[in-house]
């Protein structure tokens, strides 16, 4: 499991890479939490109480699990647009 952090402050404009991890091999699932669409104004994460979402990972092969997180993880900083 992927819990996504938003490190953007302001209002949403647009929400990147959602195509991308939904076709990644090991996504099962993504949930982003309500408040986090866009017209949403959203503040930092700072915890696990002020995470956006999660995404549910499951893959037979470690690697691909390992490579999806990695991606994941580093598309998480570019996600969110905002004003």
């Known amino acids: 499991?992927?819990?996504l952090a938003c490190?953007?402050?302001g209002t949403i404009t647009k929400i990147n890479h959602l195509s991308q991890?939904?076709?990644l091999p090991s996504v099962v699932y993504i949930?982003?939490?309500p408040g986090y669409g866009v017209g949403d104004?959203?503040?930092k994460t700072t915890d696990i109480r002020s995470d956006c979402g999660w995404i549910h990972l499951i893959?037979?092969?470690e690697n691909v699990l390992e490579?999806?997180?990695g991606?994941?993880?580093g598309w998480m900083r570019t996600m969110y647009e905002v004003v």
């Open 31 to 33: 949930e982003l939490y």
């Open 67 to 69: 490579e999806d997180y």
């Open 41 to 43: 104004v959203v503040k």
């Open 59 to 61: 893959h037979e092969d």
């Open 1 to 3: 499991m992927v819990h």
């Open 71 to 73: 991606r994941i993880c």
């Open 21 to 23: 991890i939904e076709n």
């Open 7 to 9: 490190f953007v402050e």
